[in-house]
């Protein structure tokens, strides 16, 4: 392979950087063990393109950071990036600031649903979506995603049934879908589009992974499937996974019908949230503008992790099943063919293998007995950690 003008094998020290990632206390109180290698939240161990360092710089030496509006520049970024990379034709005014997707799910939630109400996600999926439904009153219902030939697909019977119940307000879509790592199709979204508008059921499109697409696939934009689905759908979008600026704090919520953009943007007002901090949209602006040479050549470093994962799996036992990775960098891993109990297997693989991959599950019931892995890290260290855990799974298949 042709050396990148990026060095994504540098191991950079982010211990004593705040990084939750890395963060010794935060790990030992949230899993319990300590020292753990972290291959958990979704968040990369890559320097940042030079492109966006610049800009940042050159931002903070002008020295004074008040009150901010945000810039024509800042929209025409993200209408820009949509249009070229993914043939979405965004208007300014659907373009909504939200301080991270979790924000602005949770925002969502309150918004376009009431105490009681029915929410449909699709397990085993990105965890804080049950948690938000949760911890607003509101009933998570699942439709679960079905295993058919070593692939995630949706269940559109159960679906259809889940929607048609009255009290069914929304349903979260995770596209790309973290963990399983599927790329949805056209065909799968619009049958699941047809669903939820013959219900009046709303379709929340959390899109944060729709720039990490590996080849032979492509990411299809709930709303641009049709002038309905734009209608009865609200997109969550961000540069954080992609340019790994989550700690910025800036993301999007695109919403094409009027009074949906209308409602939320009063909504927000009530809670004073308005539009990005300068750094944020700074760096919103420099990754969208320069920084997409990066961004292919960190897609490739990062095939080049996946397959590494596989053939080291496939070498170290063939029971070990690596679902093949469609979009994003988090591997779904499915171990339930060791027979090992899947509280056991997690403990094995934290504490006797010292890393820290997030237990599958913490996706739901049907997580349990996979982990999933996230690559976006030197390969060195992804060496480091297969060795770790094969080296544990043989001491604990001895004992
Ligand atoms: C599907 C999905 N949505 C949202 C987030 C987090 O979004 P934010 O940090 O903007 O709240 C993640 C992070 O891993 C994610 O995987």
Redesign the pocket.
């Known amino acids: 392979m042709k050396k990148s003008k990026w060095n994504f094998d540098e191991i950079i020290d982010r211990t004593k950087t705040s990084s939750v990632k890395w963060d010794n206390e935060f790990m030992k109180k949230y899993f319990k063990y300590d020292e753990l290698l972290p291959l958990w939240?979704?968040d990369m161990d890559f320097r940042a393109p030079d492109e966006l360092l610049d800009a940042l710089r050159e931002r903070v030496d002008h020295g004074i950071f008040g009150y901010t509006v945000t810039p024509d520049s800042y929209y025409e970024a993200i209408i820009n990036w949509f249009k070229r990379r993914h043939g979405w034709s965004l208007e300014k005014d659907w373009i909504k600031f939200a301080p991270?997707?979790?924000?602005?799910?949770n925002f969502i939630i309150q918004y376009f649903s009431r105490p009681g109400d029915n929410i449909i996600i699709q397990e085993p999926v990105?965890y804080?979506f049950a948690n938000q439904i949760k911890s607003n009153g509101r009933n998570v219902v699942n439709n679960q995603l079905v295993i058919k030939n070593n692939r995630y697909e949706m269940d559109f019977e159960d679906l259809k049934k889940k929607c048609k119940e009255p009290r069914t307000k929304l349903l979260i879509l995770?596209s790309p879908h973290?963990p399983v790592g599927r790329v949805w199709t056209k065909k799968e979204l619009t049958k699941l589009g047809k669903i939820c508008n013959e219900n009046n059921v709303l379709v929340v499109s959390?899109e944060?992974?729709c720039d990490l697409i590996f080849p032979g696939h492509k990411h299809i934009p709930y709303a641009t499937i049709s002038k309905e689905f734009a209608q009865k759908s609200i997109t969550?979008v961000?540069p954080?996974?992609t340019f790994n600026i989550?700690g910025l704090?800036s993301?999007n919520v695109i919403i094409p019908n009027k009074i949906l953009c209308d409602e939320f943007v009063a909504k927000c007002g009530t809670l004073s949230i308005r539009g990005p901090g300068i750094i944020g949209a700074v760096a919103t602006e420099a990754v969208y503008n320069d920084c997409e040479e990066w961004l292919e050549e960190l897609l490739k470093y990062l095939w080049q992790n996946y397959e590494f994962l596989k053939s080291y799996f496939a070498g170290y036992n063939p029971d070990i099943e690596v679902f093949s990775l469609e979009g994003?960098y988090?591997p779904w891993v499915d171990f339930r063919k060791l027979g090992i109990d899947p509280k056991e297997l997690d403990r094995c693989i934290k504490e006797d293998g010292k890393v820290c991959l997030d237990d599958g599950g913490m996706f739901g019931e049907s997580g349990k007995g996979f982990q999933r892995f996230n690559l976006a890290c030197p390969k060195s260290i992804v060496e480091n950690a297969l060795e770790r855990i094969t080296n544990a799974l043989d001491r604990s298949s001895k004992k």
């Open positions: 939240v979704a991270g997707v979790v924000p602005a799910i990105y804080p995770c973290n959390d944060i992974h969550c961000a954080s996974k989550a704090k993301s994003t988090l």
